[in-house]
């Protein structure tokens, strides 16, 4: 069935131009919100003044002179703020790399490596389109600015749902079949804690996609209370244990990191803090974390990697991704070019390798491409100081 909320490709624009008897007036959507734009050419800039590059013209890849008109200005006044801002603006930037090339197999990503900001593609978006996985994280962290309140966080939920709260464009545009279940059944009034999905066949990874704003509200908190947030704001969506613990194990690990431990480190905690707060509850699952509770994921090659929706490979896929990398793009990159779950899987590597890399890492141009890029920064703001 036809997407009737999709963006128009640049030839469907053109053609456009054409059948009203114009030449080519329409700039690609990262052109347009170039400084160096030309009113009304679609050929030339101020950057480019015989043609533009064919790649750029038909928004195949980011533009490398791309110079933002109205370029946000970000302070990190402390180090508190500045792990907030490069953990989430990390996993944001993650999350629009990935949109475009989601559901496409590891095959086409090794013959065409994405390595730049994209347009169009899987979903037909701007450049700097973020997915639900963001959308969903920052209505997370919309409620917790407020402090922890279950019932405001599914409220959130439900605004995304049916009024585009925190969507990139006012509209909804990808969401996971778990996930919407859950939310129809918090509309329908149903108590809380039986609106997620608790079949083994509900662990995709759309609780985990979302919960990386609790590592930044419970990271000072005690470990027991920390498992119990952990696992009732998981389950709103995704009540299965497989699920709830990939969380624990994911926000763990960011704790880690925000707390300026190493990349092993960390890894290492992470795993030490599933053994002691999580080892009787969780007994029957650990089986299918063993290639990650083992400390070597590492270890592995890409082709012992794998990248689809299932909670447990995505989490693999991102942490694998994270600490065989050496800085935030080859985090990112290596994540988004395993192919599949892309979106999701570079949002989780880049939330990490943002935190651990600092916000400095992330390329300045992929954060001015961002849709809504002013009201996240202003949303964080807000949250810090909580």
Request: proline residues 2%.
């Amino acid at each position: 069935m036809k997407n009737k909320n999709r963006q128009l490709s640049m030839k469907e624009r053109w053609e456009i131009d054409r059948k009203s008897g114009a030449t080519f007036l329409v700039s690609s959507p990262q052109c347009e919100i170039c400084a160096n734009v030309i009113k009304n050419d679609a050929v030339k800039c101020l950057a480019y003044k015989e043609i533009k590059p064919n790649d750029v013209r038909r928004c195949k890849k980011e533009c490398p002179k791309f110079k933002s008109k109205d370029p946000l200005l970000i302070k990190k006044n402390n180090k508190e703020l500045g792990d907030l801002l490069s953990g989430i603006f990390g996993f944001c930037v993650g999350d629009a790399l990935g949109v475009p090339v989601e559901f496409e197999s590891r095959e086409e990503r090794e013959k065409d490596e994405v390595h730049e900001m994209r347009a169009y593609g899987t979903h037909h978006q701007y450049f700097g389109t973020w997915s639900d996985d963001t959308s969903l994280t920052l209505c997370l962290i919309d409620s917790l600015k407020n402090g922890y309140d279950l019932r405001d966080i599914a409220d959130k939920f439900l605004e995304f749902y049916f009024n585009a709260l925190w969507t990139p464009h006012g509209k909804v545009f990808d969401i996971g079949n778990t996930t919407v279940l859950a939310i129809q059944q918090i509309s329908m009034g149903e108590p809380l804690e039986f609106c997620g999905g608790n079949s083994e066949n509900s662990n995709g990874n759309g609780s985990l996609m979302r919960i990386l704003p609790l590592a930044y509200y419970l990271k000072d908190t005690g470990s027991f209370e920390k498992v119990r947030i952990i696992e009732e704001v998981s389950s709103l969506t995704h009540a299965h244990k497989r699920s709830n613990l990939a969380c624990i194990i994911y926000t763990e690990m960011a704790i880690n990191l925000i707390k300026s431990k190493s990349k092993m480190e960390s890894y290492e905690e992470s795993i030490k803090f599933v053994e002691k707060y999580c080892f009787d509850k969780y007994l029957d699952e650990l089986l299918y974390f063993r290639r990650l509770l083992n400390g070597e994921i590492y270890l592995l090659s890409k082709n012992e990697i794998s990248s689809s929706g299932y909670v447990v490979d995505t989490l693999e896929a991102a942490i694998w991704s994270f600490l065989l990398s050496h800085n935030y793009e080859e985090s990112i990159f290596t994540a988004i070019n395993l192919g599949d779950d892309t979106d999701t899987i570079g949002a989780l590597a880049g939330g990490l390798a943002g935190i651990y890399y600092g916000f400095d890492s992330i390329n300045n141009n992929w954060i001015q491409c961002l849709a809504r890029k002013r009201d996240i920064y202003e949303l964080l703001l807000s949250f810090n100081k909580k």
